[in-house]
């Protein structure tokens, strides 16, 4: 296939050095020749040929306020200047204040008081978070966890996430999780409505508790074999799949039956990414324990971590030193994080959300009623699917979706006289759905620039 992004002779010689010098097990070479940034802002980035390219994905929703979030950038500026470094066993402000922050908002929505814990990352918060389930559970080391679902790539985290290609070559180091189906409605069983399904699918889960001859439950001392289950409300990897909202309520009863903690992965959905702070506020559930990194800091710092119950985590069960990280609360990213916290209080985040995912959303279904390749839109907040298939509108075609996305990181999409590329995520079970995941930030303009620029993608792959 042409492309017309040629990389410079600048990028040739770094793509050289790239083969010679970097491991590729550390990322996923998606497009050839892969293309090399310079500089972002907003919703945008450009390449070393200043060509921009509109980002639907945002760094995996890591940038919910967008690139170059001034007043974010700001925080972090303003630290590097005054304490931008301490070792972690010594306190700083910045660590205190966004732990009180976290605390009090799961007080006020859950009722429960709660302490936060911080690493660096994702995978090492969802490590810590098993070590806390573990503790808690006096040393269950059995995890339920989702088909589909993702919770990192570390070892721990990788076990407990669903695709075995990421547990293949390395053998195991501690239990794999028994995933269970989600309620992905799409492509469940037809002749039951969204609700039914995910009634259907607790159903299916309560039934391991039957009889201890399902595996999993001995009912003469009341125990479970496994500790907690792990969830993402909204699957991210596995497409942005929105479980119907009677679903965790109902599954929440059956882990309270039987003594299963509930852990919830905000990782990917967390920071307004679907018009609440965590996703979870949509299912009126209360969790256990809530997971998160990414977007805390806007991407600046890989901050993560996690907020628990305070019977699961106060220092006579969770005693000091049961994790660490250099790196773990450092003041860059408490301080970035902190200040998104501010900036998030100031200004009504949900409703903004909620507005433009709606307006997104039309747009998505306005492109479906044209185009009989997509199969399923659908969106919660700014967290929005998209789902190709072949004509019949239902067999996933991944490769019609490679094929979108390669060009639209060629650059050449005229729009108004103005060349653009666009950049998008895959995600799903089938590889198949464009997962959406733009700045919370953008404009609706640049939302009409989206459709458009999808519309012009569509068209490329219809008459291929
Ligand atoms: C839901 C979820 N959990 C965990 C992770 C792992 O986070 P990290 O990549 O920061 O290790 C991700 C990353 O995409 C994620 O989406």
Redesign the pocket.
């Known amino acids: 296939m042409s492309d017309i992004r040629i990389a410079t002779a600048e990028d040739q010689l770094l793509l050289e050095k790239e083969a010679r010098y970097c491991s590729y097990g550390d990322t996923v070479h998606y497009i050839e020749p892969p293309r090399i940034f310079s500089r972002c802002k907003g919703s945008y980035v450009w390449d070393t040929s200043d060509q921009a390219y509109l980002d639907l994905q945002m760094w995996?929703s890591a940038v919910n306020f967008g690139y170059a979030n001034p007043r974010l950038n700001n925080a972090l500026k303003q630290q590097i200047d005054a304490l931008p470094q301490i070792a972690s066993q010594y306190l700083h402000k910045g660590k205190i204040e966004l732990s009180e922050m976290i605390a009090v908002d799961a007080r006020n929505k859950f009722g429960l008081d709660g302490r936060v814990h911080f690493n660096v990352?994702?995978?090492?918060s969802?490590e810590d978070s098993l070590k806390v389930v573990r503790n808690a559970s006096q040393g269950k080391s059995l995890m339920f966890a989702f088909e589909g679902g993702?919770?990192?790539?570390t070892l721990g985290?990788s076990s407990i996430t669903s695709s075995y290609r990421y547990r293949r070559r390395y053998g195991h180091f501690g239990e794999r999780a028994h995933f269970i189906p989600f309620p992905y409605h799409f492509r469940g069983p037809k002749g039951m409505t969204k609700e039914e399904y995910g009634s259907h699918c607790v159903k299916q889960f309560a039934r391991l508790f039957e009889t201890e001859y399902n595996g999993v439950w001995d009912p003469k001392v009341g125990q479970c074999e496994y500790a907690a289950f792990y969830v993402?409300p909204i699957q991210?990897?596995g497409g942005y799949v929105i479980p119907p909202m009677n679903f965790y309520s109902e599954l929440k009863h059956v882990l309270d039956q039987h003594g299963i903690l509930l852990v919830v992965?905000e990782?990917?959905m967390g920071f307004y990414r679907t018009g609440k702070l965590w996703s979870i506020e949509h299912f009126d559930v209360k969790p256990d324990v809530i997971v998160f990194?990414?977007a805390l800091t806007n991407g600046l710092n890989?901050l993560?971590g996690l907020w628990a119950r305070e019977e699961l985590i106060n220092p006579g069960i969770f005693p000091p030193g049961s994790t660490h990280s250099t790196f773990a609360s450092n003041p860059l990213g408490t301080a970035v994080g902190l200040e998104m916290f501010k900036m998030t209080s100031e200004f009504d985040y949900g409703a903004m959300v909620m507005n433009k995912g709606k307006y997104f959303l039309e747009g998505l279904k306005d492109l479906q009623k044209r185009y009989p390749i997509i199969g399923d839109v659908d969106g919660l907040g700014l967290a929005l699917r998209c789902e190709i298939c072949a004509p019949d509108g239902f067999t996933p075609d991944k490769a019609t979706l490679d094929f979108m996305v390669e060009e639209g990181m060629k650059g050449d999409i005229e729009i108004d006289g103005t060349r653009l590329g666009l950049i998008l995520d895959v995600g799903g079970y089938y590889k198949n759905v464009i997962t959406l995941a733009p700045s919370l930030e953008i404009s609706y303009q640049e939302i009409d620039l989206a459709i458009a620029l999808l519309d012009r993608l569509l068209h490329r792959a219809m008459q291929r």
Do not use: F, L, N, V
Not at 121 to 124: C, P, R
């Open positions: 995996y990352g994702g995978s090492q969802i993702y919770h990192g790539r985290a993402e991210g990897t992965d990782i990917q990194g990414k890989p993560g």
